[in-house]
């Protein structure tokens, strides 16, 4: 199978994260803290794909919490059938004869595209709160330099 086939409704499971962080607009490193987070939760679904059959598997969501998630992360790539006899990471059960494999990890497009959305709201919702306190900013800033008087309170009238 191509190397670079991606299944249909899915996104490689690095370019995923890159796109969680320029969303969020946060560093690689952050996202990939987030996202790990998310896969653990289960609000963000992770699969891998089986070279013999093509088939996809879902990540058990347990195995996000393990150390050998953050190398998932660096590479893209789990190794199948299990991380050498210590994580089974999907319900499948391969026969004794299956050969391991570095097999790709993707995102569920679905998954993503709701987080992105999600952080791209709370994005303009934040940009909105800042330039709601940036505009009290320039209003002080033009009183300490004189260009605009200070507010009378109503007790001083």
């Known amino acids: 199978m191509d190397d670079d086939f991606v299944p249909e409704g899915c996104v490689p499971l690095k370019s995923a994260v890159e796109q969680l962080a320029e969303a969020r607009q946060i560093s690689i490193q952050s996202a990939q803290?987030?996202?790990?987070?998310?896969?653990?939760?289960?609000?963000?679904?992770?699969?891998?794909?089986?070279?013999?059959?093509?088939?996809?598997?879902e990540i058990l969501t347990r195995c996000w919490a393990t150390e050998t998630a953050l190398?998932?992360?660096?590479?893209?790539?789990?190794?199948?059938?299990?991380?050498?006899?210590?994580?089974?990471?999907?319900?499948e059960r391969f026969d004794m004869f299956y050969q391991p494999e570095n097999a790709p990890i993707f995102i569920l497009e679905v998954d993503l595209k709701r987080l992105i959305s999600s952080a791209t709201a709370r994005c303009r919702s934040a940009a909105r709160s800042r330039s709601c306190r940036g505009s009290s900013s320039r209003r002080k800033r033009r009183r300490a330099s004189?260009?605009?008087?200070?507010?009378?309170?109503r007790a001083s009238a």
Request: proline content about 4%.
């Open 146 to 153: 004189g260009t605009v008087e200070p507010r009378r309170s």
């Open 33 to 57: 803290v987030n996202g790990r987070a998310k896969l653990h939760s289960g609000l963000m679904r992770a699969v891998v794909l089986r070279s013999d059959t093509g088939e996809l598997l």
């Open 71 to 91: 190398r998932w992360f660096e590479t893209g790539t789990c190794l199948l059938p299990n991380e050498n006899g210590k994580v089974r990471i999907t319900a």
